[in-house]
Nanobody, 129 residues
């Protein structure tokens, strides 16, 4: 069993930055790929980024490419999502999820939810003046 806890969300002005964290626990959590998803009000959840475990392969959905950066600290069992130049359209609940087979990043796009067996509770990001 893997537990994921997101943190770092909040209210930020347009053009601002936030760094989300996804802390993982569980005996085998070190070996999983980790993805970030978001769900905006009235919209379906979308996969925006992931990082593999084995070689650090990353994926970014086009709308966040060049703006968001995913990274991983194995010692802390934490994956980060640095989000820069945030806009109103980035307002959403952000979720991290674990891919036990570490396939999702290599198969993207799209980042398929069916690869992810464990999910965090989500953290709200609101971009507003």
């Amino acid at each position: 069993q893997v537990q994921l806890v997101e943190s770092g969300g909040g209210l930020v002005q347009p053009g601002g930055s936030l760094r989300l964290s996804c802390a993982a626990s569980g005996r085998t959590s070190d070996y999983y790929g980790i993805g970030w998803f978001r769900q905006a009000p009235g919209k379906e959840r979308e996969g925006i980024s992931c990082i593999s475990n084995s070689d650090g392969t990353t994926y970014y959905e086009d709308s966040v490419k060049g703006l968001f950066t995913i990274s991983r600290d194995h010692a802390k069992r934490t994956v980060y999502l640095q989000m820069n130049n945030l806009e109103h359209e980035d307002t959403a609940v952000y979720y991290c999820a674990a891919d036990p087979l570490n396939y999702a990043c290599y198969e993207a796009p799209p980042l398929s939810e069916i690869r992810f067996d464990y999910w965090g509770q989500g953290t709200q990001v609101t971009v507003s003046t």
